[in-house]
């Protein structure tokens, strides 16, 4: 077995490894993961994916890639063929992440490191970020079933009104996501909320690439205060698989907290998406952010899995 640079291979050589990952990738997080593959593909013929690949007879079985987004530089996968039964599966995933952290720790200008890893559970491969000074935060995987599932929605304060989600609501909506991630855990763990800039950036990433499903308009909803008429709190959701939503935000500003407008907004996706037929809604939580746990399980999500994000920090 070899570790290689992945820009020495193209896409003729990925593919079937990728079409493994799909496959794992449906089963196990019910996410069709076929876009991201096909957009990783592109940019490996186009030699500007920075990786490695675990190579074994001159076949590629694993694989690691990341991207860099000024000064800091993010995971973007890991996988390797077989992983639950080939013997040293693990041993590959370590030495794979090892090159590729060792490669952005000493990447010039390179000042933070991010991962977050949602298709290996928490811990398996922690080792060699533990032993480069990575912070752990243990994330939660929650699934609601749609199918059955009659969600009533809650009494909203009378100030506040619940919305479809409009191309007007970019702007205001960074200024929301900052102001709601000021000194929150998820904030560390994703330093784009911590800027007007890096929110924009952050919601340009969710509405315009498929790393994170495709955008669905129709079930992503403003909350707007009615006498002021500004945007106080948003969900955004994606279409993962054909009949399955990923909630990629939820947020409220502090000062509307605790009046309903959080389960509003949950309540306005899952109908929304019950109604055009959806069988699923995911999220991802960080376990540590202990109010929003409970709001979902409040609303009969239930924890599928438990995965690390992984933050260094120079
Ligand atoms: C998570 C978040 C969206 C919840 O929004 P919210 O508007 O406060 O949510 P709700 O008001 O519907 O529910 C919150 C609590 O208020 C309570 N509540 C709801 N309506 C209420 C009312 N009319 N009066 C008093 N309390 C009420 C709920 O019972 C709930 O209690 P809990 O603490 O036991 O769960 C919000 O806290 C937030 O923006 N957090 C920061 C960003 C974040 O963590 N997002 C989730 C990332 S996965």
Not at 99 to 125: D, F
Request: proline share 4%.
């Amino acid at each position: 077995m070899e570790i290689l640079d992945l820009r020495h291979f193209s896409s003729v050589d990925l593919r079937p490894l990728l079409e493994d990952e799909t496959r794992v990738w449906a089963s196990m997080l019910s996410w069709d993961y076929s876009g991201s593959a096909e957009m990783i593909l592109r940019y490996v013929d186009a030699k500007i994916l920075p990786g490695y690949a675990a190579i074994d007879r001159g076949r590629i079985f694993g694989y690691s890639f990341f991207v860099y987004e000024g000064s800091k530089g993010v995971v973007g996968d890991l996988f390797v063929a077989n992983g639950d039964r080939l013997p040293n599966a693990r041993e590959v995933e370590i030495k794979l992440l090892t090159h590729v952290i060792e490669t952005l720790q000493q990447s010039p200008g390179i000042h933070r490191v991010e991962a977050q890893l949602l298709a290996h559970q928490a811990g398996s491969v922690a080792r060699p970020f533990l032993d480069q000074g990575f912070q752990r935060h243990q994330r939660l995987f929650m699934v609601l079933n749609l199918r059955g599932s009659v969600s009533k929605p809650p009494v909203l304060h009378p100030e506040v009104e619940i919305r479809r989600w409009t191309e007007a609501d970019y702007q205001p909506a960074a200024a929301v996501i900052t102001a709601a991630y000021r000194g929150h855990v998820d904030a560390q763990i994703n330093d784009q909320y911590h800027t007007l800039a890096g929110s924009l950036r952050f919601l340009n990433n969710i509405v315009r690439f498929p790393g994170c499903g495709l955008f669905d308009i129709e079930s992503s909803y403003a909350a707007v205060d009615r006498r002021a008429k500004n945007l106080i709190g948003l969900i955004l959701c994606s279409r993962v698989r054909g009949d399955v939503g990923h909630v990629t935000q939820v947020c409220v500003l502090p000062e509307y907290r605790g009046r309903g407008v959080g389960e509003s907004l949950m309540a306005a996706s899952t109908m929304n998406l019950t109604k055009r037929g959806f069988s699923m809604l995911s999220l991802t939580v960080t376990e540590a952010n202990a109010g929003a746990v409970a709001l979902y399980r409040r609303l009969n999500f239930d924890s599928k899995r438990v995965f690390d994000a992984f933050v260094w920090a120079g």
